[in-house]
């Protein structure tokens, strides 16, 4: 394989095709929320009509008890027409905006659960929780608060239509404004999605930072410097607090700039229109004639200016709503866009159409055949090879940075490796279905990690059905039965971030009952004995003899007190095999080997001392 399926592997982000996507499954209810607006927009339009015909009544002198309770009726009706078309316009789309946020979020998480190793190498966590919370609000609030002020700004035809029923001349007069007013939004907007991006790429990075500095805790207080992140921290906050300023500023001028276009709009018309009225002049009107569309002259009156500024202010309100709603556009499509980026990510390491699906198990056959590995073109492993069968223990030695851990990582396929393959019964790995090769390993890493879950909840994350009994005999094994009886709750011992209220030994000691009771062909143990002692690791080797019988195991170890049973023994340096064999023909070789044998010895003679 070549060095390049180890690169970034991603797609051109598609945020607007991403949405559509998630936002398509709720099309009836956004539908629904359209048409409900249409009947919305069109009552609520009716009152500047009826307002006119009132003032019209008034000063006719026509008006009278009965007429006037007539109209209030009226009133009454479009107004509650409004409200409720209101209320279930807002339901619809405040219900689709939610299943959207959940669908989204679960498949943003699922996606990032499946991506591969590398992808977790070059991103910080803080940055891949600041998009699942952060940016995935922007984009729910744009498709539901953001939704609704599109589907008003349908208002604007409506508006003008009935602008145009009052007088074709001053309705062109107002709008000679407009191009103006749209100019300016266009530039405000696009500095707010700027501004927007920037804000929300320094939020991902004081949620690392924060991230960071809570699951170091330990280290944080063990080196005496919470005052020098506190004081880092708040660097970043201020740099965020400055950009959040910017964006309130440039978020502020949009409100006024509309208000003041509008105002002065008003003001032509008022004056404009109120020329008209007393020069007595005549207007164009469009009205409804037997049915059609039709243009017809008359005196321009009080009455019809009234109706006009009404309907201009029911405009106001709609534009000037618009001026969050491009806010809030701003931040969900610069949101969008930074979820696509990671769900636009492909996994390096993924099943692909050479996968064998009819391969369901492994039986435990390991080989490496010619493997060579570089992780950003540093070479790591160079042209390995060693074959053990089922049932075999093989065990690999070396000094750190040796390349031990990346050979656990290509088992597992974390990674696959540059040259050469990786076998598994027979069967490249790569061919393999990474569901079947995973279950059928049991892992035990250098770094424990242990949700915040309970003991049993740990023990038993890769077979969930497991027994008490057999939750008690992997412990046992794991010599982790004692420090369980002395605990209050036992198996439900309650454990805190990252195991934190147990030893590193004892972490050790679940994280290696949980690789047990899984009861897989496949064992590995990537120094799981290292933060236990000489007497424990002695007693779990013991413990294990029964287990490694029946199981191919794979063992990395700095002690060679450890693989000293092994069948076969690997001793690697600066990524090549330099030695192999079991321990008593690698000690006759008086070779890296032996020096690291008698370097423990004399370790151990210091320990007892």
Same mark, same amino acid.
């Given at each position: 394989m070549?060095?390049?399926?180890?690169?970034?592997?991603?797609?051109?982000?598609?945020?607007?095709?991403?949405?559509?996507?998630? =936002?398509?499954?709720?099309?009836?209810?956004?539908?629904?929320?359209?048409?409900?607006?249409?009947?919305?927009?069109a009552a609520s339009q009716a009152m500047p009509l009826v307002l006119s015909m009132i003032i019209e009544d008034f000063e006719a002198r026509e008006i009278t008890t009965g007429l006037l309770?007539?109209?209030?009726?009226? +009133?009454?009706?479009?107004?509650?027409?409004?409200?409720? =078309?209101?209320?279930?316009?807002?339901?619809?789309?405040?219900?689709?905006?939610?299943?959207?946020?959940?669908?989204?979020?679960?498949?943003?998480?699922?996606?990032?659960?499946?991506?591969s190793q590398?992808?977790?190498?070059?991103?910080?966590?803080? *940055?891949? #929780?600041?998009?699942?919370?952060?940016? +995935?609000?922007?984009?729910? *609030?744009?498709?539901?608060?953001?939704? #609704?002020? @599109?589907?008003?700004?349908?208002?604007?035809?409506?508006?003008?239509?009935? +602008?145009?029923?009052?007088s074709i001349q001053l309705s062109v007069a107002v709008v000679v404004a407009v191009p103006f007013a749209s100019v300016a939004t266009y530039y405000i907007l696009k500095w707010t999605r700027r501004q927007a991006r920037v804000?929300?790429? +320094?939020?991902?990075?004081?949620?690392?930072?924060?991230?960071?500095?809570?699951a170091g805790a330990r280290v944080v207080r063990a080196y005496d410097i919470s005052d020098r992140q506190v004081e880092a921290f708040g660097r970043e906050s201020k740099i965020y607090a400055r950009e959040t300023l910017k964006l309130v500023a440039i978020k502020a001028a949009i409100g006024p700039m509309m208000a003041m276009v509008l105002r002065a709009i008003m003001v032509i018309a008022l004056w404009k229109g109120g020329l008209m009225v007393i020069n007595g002049e005549t207007t164009s009107q469009i009205v409804i004639a037997n049915g059609w569309l039709a243009v017809e002259t008359s005196a321009f009156t009080v009455a019809d200016l009234m109706g006009f500024l009404v309907c201009l202010l029911m405009v106001h309100g709609s534009l000037a709503g618009f001026a969050g709603i491009a806010v809030v556009y701003q931040q969900g499509a610069a949101g969008m866009e930074r979820i696509s980026q990671i769900m636009d990510e492909t996994p390096s390491v993924d099943d692909s159409d050479d996968t064998d699906t009819t391969i369901t198990s492994l039986h435990g056959g390991i080989e490496f055949r010619g493997v060579s590995f570089a992780y950003d073109s540093q070479p790591v492993l160079r042209d390995i090879s060693w074959k053990c069968e089922p049932g075999e223990t093989v065990a690999i030695v070396g000094h750190t940075g040796s390349g031990k851990?990346?050979? #656990?990582?290509? #088992?597992?396929?974390?990674? *696959?490796?540059?040259?050469?393959?990786?076998l598994m019964d027979g069967v490249d790995a790569r061919h393999v279905p990474l569901s079947a090769l995973r279950a059928s390993i049991g892992l035990v890493p250098q770094d424990t990690f242990l949700f915040s879950d309970?003991?049993?909840?740990?023990?038993?994350?890769?077979?969930?059905?497991?027994?008490?009994?057999?939750?008690?005999?992997?412990?046992? @094994?794991?010599?982790f039965d004692e420090a369980l009886a002395g605990m209050d709750d036992g198996?439900?011992?309650?454990l805190g971030e990252r195991g934190i209220n147990l030893s590193g030994g004892q972490k050790q000691r679940v994280t290696i009952a949980r690789a047990l009771i899984k009861d897989s062909a496949i064992l590995l143990l990537d120094d799981a004995l290292s933060s236990v002692d000489t007497h424990t690791e002695e007693q779990i080797l013991q413990g294990l003899k029964s287990v490694m019988a029946t199981r191919t195991c794979v063992i990395i170890s700095h002690?060679?007190?450890?693989?000293?049973?092994?069948?076969?023994?690997?001793?690697? *340096?600066?990524?090549?095999i330099r030695e192999r064999g079991v321990h008593n023909d690698l000690l006759a070789q008086n070779g890296l080997y032996t020096k690291m044998y008698e370097h423990q010895l004399l370790e151990d003679e210091l320990e007892e001392e």
């Open positions: 070549s060095a390049k399926a180890h690169e970034y592997r991603a797609v051109p982000s598609r945020p607007l095709l991403t949405l559509c996507r998630y =936002c398509a499954p709720y099309w009836k209810s956004y539908a629904a929320a359209l048409l409900i607006g249409f009947v919305y927009l309770w007539g109209y209030f009726y009226i +009133l009454v009706l479009i107004a509650a027409i409004t409200a409720i =078309c209101r209320f279930f316009q807002r339901l619809l789309v405040g219900r689709a905006s939610r299943r959207f946020e959940y669908t989204l979020r679960n498949d943003y998480f699922r996606h990032v659960q499946g991506l590398e992808f977790f190498n070059r991103t910080k966590t803080g *940055d891949i #929780m600041a998009r699942a919370t952060n940016d +995935l609000n922007f984009v729910r *609030d744009f498709v539901g608060a953001g939704i #609704m002020g @599109i589907i008003d700004l349908f208002r604007i035809p409506f508006a003008v239509a009935v +602008l145009m029923h009052f804000v929300q790429e +320094l939020f991902s990075g004081i949620t690392a930072l924060a991230q960071e500095n809570l851990s990346t050979m #656990m990582s290509l #088992m597992t396929r974390l990674c *696959d490796p540059v040259d050469g393959v990786v309970t003991i049993r909840g740990n023990v038993t994350v890769g077979r969930p059905g497991a027994t008490e009994d057999e939750i008690m005999e992997a412990c046992r @094994i794991a010599q198996l439900d011992t309650i002690r060679v007190s450890t693989v000293r049973h092994a069948d076969l023994i690997l001793v690697l *340096d600066e990524g090549e």
